[in-house]
């Protein structure tokens, strides 16, 4: 028997919308204010969120979204500033592994954003 409906963790719910809101509208910044809230609400969820991030990330990486791989960086980088000392931690991997490749690649845009978030 089939369930009536896709269940997905809130975080997962709050992270997809800021990629479609993207897409129909333009921005997504509505959907970025609810998951940083979510994300001050529930600290200890942030490495699932960061994790979803870079899920979103490494797929437009690929397919070579430029729009939307800054899209994920941004929010990446919100949620860092955001986030209190403590936490930061659960955060910090999958940010590594964004700014990692970033920087790796021959786009001079994402290499400069890249460097820009170390400030």
Known sequence: MKWCCDYRHRYA???DNI????????SAQ??????????????QKLDRIASRLYDHFNKYYQNRK??????A???TNQLLSTSGSSFTNLIMVDY?????????NDCVEFQIQSAKSFR
């Open 13 to 15: 719910i709050l992270v």
């Open 19 to 26: 990629f479609d809101q993207y897409v129909k509208k333009g």
């Open 30 to 43: 509505e959907n970025i204010d609810k998951l940083t809230f979510y994300a001050m609400s529930y600290p």
């Open 66 to 71: 430029n729009e939307m791989i800054l899209l």
């Open 73 to 75: 960086f941004d929010v």
């Open 96 to 104: 590594l592994r964004m700014v990692l490749e970033l920087i790796s």
